[in-house]
DNA sequence: TACCTTGGCGCC
DNA sequence: AAAAGGCGCCAAGGTA
């Protein structure tokens, strides 16, 4: 196997995409190959690279980088023929940053070079002076471009090329040797090509209709004041009454719990402190006296004298003193709405409480104040227009280049191994809402084209039905059961599921639908691994009901609902010291970071107010549960002061969910590492343009929708076939896709072969 | 000024 | 004793 270690020094533009590919006018200035460590070979173009390759990679299998989508999203955007063809004959990487991340079960986020170095070779780091340059914004260009004039920053900059050429090759043995011991080595290897293919997806962008987007940005921002304004004034009437409070701000948790709940909001007022020192008013008057100063002139080299009038000053006056000003914090009592405090719950800040969506729906449905209902429901659509108006149209006016967006996806950051995406994040873009379908028909189709939605059905449930092996689960899954009616049909035994399929699917009963989506509720909850109390609250069923619908649960499906056992089992077990090294520089600041002590982790105590203390003598233990995809999911402990006795554990919901979420996102990530050579391949036919979780997103050209499709959904659905190639694991069952096509994203139609 | 923490809310 | 998972973005308020 050849490997290459790649790696591109690049300008950094001054626009808010600073070193991206994303910005055109950067470009790749020095570019550095590594083959072995003691060759690199580092090349500079003072005219930049064009963003083509320096070299061929006709006989190179494995390209090596630290954080190689920065490095090849140039190469992509720039269409470097070199690379398309080591893509099509079946080139692959291996990003250390992405490895190191997986080894270490998703707790070393964002690893630097510097980080593995010193982890991997016990060496030091070099010498920042370059790094420095960067930080300000002084990119490879300009170093480049003044090679001859700074010959010592110069030869500082080509030994750092050269480090960061030959230090990833090392690493990558010593990682490699790790991924085989650990069992790790084929995801990795899945994961990688996972990432390769969205640096693909993240170069191709997506469409907007700019027209839309600027359109209702006004709209959404007028109809927010408007709102807002409707809300101020019901509270001027009754509770923002003191003269001296300022305009009520719709964003401040302060101002909504305390015109709800009552509350004291703190004022600062310029008050005057009396008169600043007035100030004297000179005249200069001539005396009419004249002294005799010598001057030495260069040029004639002689000295001369000058006659100067002796000037005095005399005071004439005081200017008008002027007022001084202070700021001083001044408390204004509210009284508020009077709201009982049983419909919400204390924030952190002390007579501070929460006014989330729950608590307002909560006071709008049992207030009898006219009033406060009318303003529940002002606050709300302000909000909502004011979030429309700024996280999204702004968002996408503001990132979008040349009318489309090219969102930045995260593969080194979660817990569980999913994705995140941001700058923008397309992944929490409104859909349910009022907002979503206008938010949605803003990504649109070049010409041409279509938009495809490509969603696995219920992923995280076939991912429990494997991992569990739940015969009954597995049974449902594949005949279709509703498995929202199976928990309706739990609490309304004297029905049976035909019964209550019929009702609700059949006959659309509008009770009974809604009583479906309730179970639904339950569903989802269980599945994050919520209690019994919490499902009553969120839900508003009855305690028992729900305490049925658990129990029920785990009689019906005893594999899955004991699945959480084993993981923590597993926990126990494998159960260490937390490590500082695997813990990221950045998640060690701050006062909710992690506490290192040396080489280990404190632990974390939470007294009632759940404020955290440490103490030396208690250690931070991790524990892991490793899937069969290889993946590793590690859970922290943390400690409780209850009695004065101090109580450790881990938690008891995220084996609940860390396991099917994190496998779902290697069914995604291996699914759309499986479409890589035939994106490349058929790029005038098919782009694949997003993700989000379980679902992706394409442009299909319309003359050849069917044929691409079915492609598609065959490449897709055969989870088994990737599973066994990959990981020579056999999944006993396909996972379902339902594919969605239109002209944009939120006007789509289900596709039928 | 820049950064951090919190509350709130959008998605799966 | 009690326990709803994973994200990113905006705005406010506080702190260094």
Redesign the pocket.
């Known amino acids: 196997m050849h490997v290459l270690s790649f790696d591109t020094e690049t300008s950094i533009s001054d626009s808010i995409h600073g070193p991206s590919f994303r910005d055109k006018s950067n470009d790749i200035y020095t570019q550095i190959f590594a083959a072995h460590p003691k060759t690199v070979e580092v090349v500079h173009n003072e005219n930049g690279f064009k963003r083509k390759l320096a070299t061929s990679l006709y006989d190179v299998d494995l390209l090596i980088g630290h954080n190689l989508s920065f490095d090849l999203c140039y190469l992509i955007s720039g269409q470097d023929e070199q690379f398309e063809k080591f893509i099509l004959k079946g080139g692959e990487q291996w990003d250390t940053q992405l490895a190191e991340y997986l080894l270490t079960g ?1 707790q070393h ?1 964002f690893s630097s070079l510097a980080e593995l170095q010193f982890k991997y070779l016990k060496q030091k780091i070099k010498s920042d002076r370059i790094s420095y340059l960067y930080k300000k914004r002084i990119g490879a260009d300009k170093i480049v471009k003044a090679r001859n004039r700074c010959k010592r920053l110069f030869a500082l900059y080509e030994e750092y090329c050269r480090s960061d050429g030959s230090t990833p090759l090392l690493i990558f043995k010593a990682q490699y040797e790790r991924a085989k011991k650990e069992g790790m080595l084929e995801l990795i290897k899945m994961v990688n090509a996972y990432a390769l293919t969205l640096s693909y997806v993240s170069c191709t962008g997506i469409c907007l209709d700019l027209e839309k987007v600027e359109n209702s940005l006004r709209e959404f921002n007028l109809k927010h004041i408007e709102y807002l304004e409707q809300a101020r004034n019901i509270l001027i009437k009754n509770v923002w009454t003191d003269k001296r409070l ?1 305009p009520f ?9 305390a015109a709800l709940f009552g509350g004291t ?2 004022v600062i007022e310029k008050r005057q402190v009396g008169y600043y020192k007035p100030k004297p008013i000179y005249e200069e008057i001539e005396t009419g006296i004249y002294t005799k100063e010598e001057f030495y002139d260069a040029i004639n080299d002689n000295y001369y004298t000058v006659k100067k009038p002796i000037i005095k000053r005399q005071l004439i006056g005081f200017e008008e003193s002027k007022p001084k000003y202070k700021n001083f914090e001044i408390f204004i009592d509210v009284k508020g709405f009077g709201i009982p405090k049983s419909f ?6 002390e007579g ?9 729906k909560r006071i709008a449905t049992h207030t009898k104040n006219e009033d406060v209902k009318t303003y529940c429901e002002l ?2 659509k302000s ?2 227009f ?6 999204y149209c ?2 996408f006016l ?1 990132r979008n280049i040349d009318g489309k967006l090219y969102p ?1 996806f ?1 593969t080194t ?4 191994g ?1 994705l ?6 397309l ?7 009022e ?2 379908k206008i938010l949605h028909s803003m990504f649109v189709a070049p010409k041409g084209w279509k938009c495809v939605q490509i ?2 059905s219920q ?2 449930i076939w991912v429990l039905a494997w991992l569990s092996d739940d015969a009954l689960l597995i049974k449902h899954l594949l005949d279709g059961t509703d498995l929202h009616i199976v928990r309706l049909q739990y609490y309304n035994s004297d029905k049976t599921y035909e019964e209550l399929y019929k009702l609700c699917k059949v006959d659309k009963d509008p009770y009974w639908d809604k009583q479906r989506t309730f179970a639904k ?1 339950v569903s ?2 269980m ?5 019994p ?3 009553t ?2 839900t508003g069923l009855d305690l028992e009901i729900v305490k049925t619908i658990f129990e029920k649960e785990a009689q019906t499906y005893v594999d899955a609902a004991n699945f959480s056992v084993k993981v923590r089992e597993s926990i126990e077990k494998t159960a260490t010291y937390s490590k500082a090294y695997d813990i990221p520089a ?1 998640e060690k ?5 992690h506490n290192v002590f040396g080489n280990v982790e404190l632990l974390p105590i939470f007294d009632k107010d ?1 404020n955290v203390c440490y103490n030396k003598q208690s250690l931070r233990r991790v524990g892991y549960w490793q899937s069969p995809t290889g993946m590793k999911f590690h859970f922290l402990d943390s400690g ?1 002061e ?1 009695k004065g006795k101090l ?1 450790r ?1 881990f ?4 084996p ?3 396991p099917m ?1 994190g496998t ?1 996102a290697n069914i995604q990530g291996a699914t759309t590492a499986a479409l890589l050579r035939m994106l490349v391949e058929k790029k005038d036919k098919i782009q694949m343009i997003n993700e ?4 992706k997103w394409f442009y299909v050209r319309e003359d050849v929708l069917d044929n691409c499709l079915k492609h598609l959904k065959t490449t897709i659905e055969n989870v088994p076939k990737i599973f066994l190639e990959k990981f020579n694991l056999e999944v006993p069952f396909n996972f379902p896709v339902e594919i969605e096509v239109g002209d944009n994203f939120a006007e789509m139609t289900k596709y039928q072969f």
């Open positions: 998703q986020t300022p701000n719709i964003n401040s948790p302060d101002h909504k719990s909001i703190k919400t719950y204390r924030a952190k800040k501070l409480y929460a006014t989330d969506d729950a608590v307002m606050q709300k909000m909502m004011k979030k429309a108006a700024k996280t702004q968002a503001d930045h995260n950051l979660t817990k569980t999913r995140s995406s941001s700058e923008p994040n992944q929490n873009v409104s859909k349910r809402n907002f979503g969603d696995f992923l995280e509720t989802y909850q599945a994050y691994g919520a209690m109390p919490k499902v609250e969120s950045s600041r701050g006062k909710n970071g759940k409780r209850y109580n554990s938690s008891f919901t995220q609940k969910n860390y979420q779902a989000v979780h379980d679902s």
